[in-house]
């Protein structure tokens, strides 16, 4: 993880201004992080200290099972809150947050927000649109296992996670994700490279036609 200083972090400050946010000052203790791909930037049952707003880049939320199983449950984008549940509630089981690209956080340390940020009636208001719009994604992304084929969710999903043009998913995340066998996933993926709109390179799938995914993808966020 990488903590802008000096005139890297005014730049950046000055190109992505988030006061618009806040009624509260936080310009003088507000970090800027950059975390690669792969990277975790909060470790599952590890309290966060800060409230993160990403600014550039996505990331993938994970929890353990009781079994020890591993499941992808949710994705982040630029403009998220990460870290959220956790200024919130004093008793939270923070979930695992990896990036999945390159991403920028701003990042506010808890013990000198908390109080001004729970006290804050123009953060408390955008945060409760950030929440309402999550839950009812969560709500439509289990609505869309029986409601549309892998087709579109694949496609969906893929344009979620790709990395500069390149897909590198496990099929076993893929497969508990969408709710899907791991022969249905094979056979969609295939039918994508045989359409071109994927070609494969190893392990992992070069998007080809950025359009025909977005095409299928679309049926579901129009939905």
Partial sequence: MEVYKGEKKRLFLEKNPIAHLFSIQVEEFIEVHEYVRDEWIIKEGLRPAYLYYVIEGKAKIYVTHQNGKVSLINFINANDYIGEMELLNEVYYTKGI?????????????????TQLLE??????????????????????????????????LADFILQTADEGIYREKHVTVCDYLGVSYRHLLYVL????????????GRHYRIKQYHSLYELAEVLRNK
Wanted: aromatic fraction near 14%.
């Fill in 190 to 201: 295939t039918q994508f490279c045989e359409k071109n709109y994927l070609h494969k390179e």
């Fill in 120 to 153: 804050d009636t123009k953060f408390l208001r955008e945060l409760t649109k950030f929440l309402s719009v999550k839950a009812t994604l969560m709500a439509a992304k289990y609505s869309q296992i029986l409601a549309f084929p892998l087709e579109n969710r």
């Fill in 98 to 114: 990896q990036a999945s690209t390159k991403t920028v956080c701003f990042a506010l340390p808890f013990h000198r927000y908390r």
